[in-house]
């Protein structure tokens, strides 16, 4: 098929480059003769037919700005059949020959759908804070996430030792542990509380107050939401072990901020091999990095299969916290 005009979109929840990559699809696609269409407010835009043309000062500036200069939403009518019928007449309507999405796994299962039903070829760009896409090692944000969650635990973990505390920071991470894992990992956290791994607090208890014994003055448990109810294991560690207990919840702040320069340079390079894939004739894939060589993954895999959480990080974090 000749490839004239493609489509970008990003859709789920923000992630810190995804304007550099929404930048990388629009110069690399001008660069090669096609013409791009931003979708706007992610599938709810596409589902209302929201798209406008974006030529190459329309990405300037943006590289080094988080959030989505195309907006986002979270749409539950792509989940239907008619949301996706909509959309797939939005792409007829606008004459789009390729589509690339850049978000997580519920963005991937939707244009796969969407792949379905209107036949328009789809490369999917990853870009979450939760890393928890089958088929990349990283995603675009991952890593600005954790350079943010460590920003500021660095600085809890003053106030923790002035103050002989036990501090309970939960970060984000919906269904999975990656981003508390990572940012524990990095923190030298003394415990990584993840959905992955059951944990037993009167054993953390026991060891909190044993690292007391042994001359500790603080301790950081980093948490993903998803491992529990932090309000509930602050309250339970602090009734155990009687130490003063805090706790500060991440939240939302860990999706924004300038996207570090590992998440710029992903972002460019994932961008812009979604064009070429489309050059090429990819019909449904993804981009994905496996050690240092970005790759073609399965589209559907990304959704379907589940990640592994590496057990050997999680150990070795362990090992050198005590
Ligand atoms: O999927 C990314 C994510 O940041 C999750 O870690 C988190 O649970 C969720 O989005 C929050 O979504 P929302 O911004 O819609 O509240």
């Not at 939401?225 to 529990?228: N, T």
């Given at each position: 098929m000749n490839m004239k005009r493609i489509a970008v979109i990003t859709a789920g929840g923000d992630a810190p480059g995804m304007n550099a990559a929404i930048r990388s699809v629009v110069r690399t696609a001008l660069f090669n003769g096609l013409e791009v269409m931003g979708v706007e407010r992610g599938y709810t835009g596409l589902i209302e037919g929201k798209m406008r043309s974006l030529d190459i000062r329309s990405v300037s500036g943006i590289i080094n700005r988080g959030g989505t200069m195309l907006r986002t939403a979270r749409c539950e009518e792509i989940k239907t059949n008619q949301g996706i019928q909509k959309a797939a007449r939005t792409l007829r309507t606008h004459k789009i020959d390729g589509f690339v999405v850049i978000g997580g796994d519920g963005s991937f299962r939707g244009a796969s759908e969407l792949y379905e039903v209107s036949h328009v070829p789809v490369i999917g760009v990853p870009a979450t804070i939760d890393n928890d896409v089958f088929g990349t090692d990283t995603t675009i944000g991952f890593d600005t996430a954790v350079n943010t969650a460590l920003f500021t635990i660095d600085r809890i973990r003053d106030t923790a030792t002035s103050h002989e505390r036990v501090f309970i920071v939960e970060v984000m991470g919906r269904k999975r542990g990656f981003l508390a894992l990572a940012v524990g990992f990095a923190e030298g956290a003394e415990f990584i509380l993840v959905p992955e791994i059951k944990f037993n607090l009167a054993s953390i208890c026991r060891k909190i107050k044993l690292g007391r014994k042994n001359g500790k003055t603080s301790e950081i448990v980093v948490m993903a939401?998803?491992?529990?109810d932090s309000s509930l294991i602050a309250e339970q560690i602090r009734k155990r072990t009687e130490y003063d207990v805090r706790l500060t919840v991440l939240g939302h702040a860990l999706r924004g901020g300038p996207p570090t320069a590992q998440s710029r340079i992903l972002a460019n390079q994932f961008g812009a091999l979604a064009v070429h894939f489309l050059l090429e004739g990819a019909e449904k894939s993804m981009i994905g990095i496996r050690g240092q060589e970005i790759v073609r993954a399965d589209l559907d895999d990304s959704w379907t299969r589940k990640k592994d959480l590496d057990m050997q990080i999680y150990r070795l974090a362990e090992i050198l916290s005590f």
């Open positions: 939401e998803s491992a529990g």
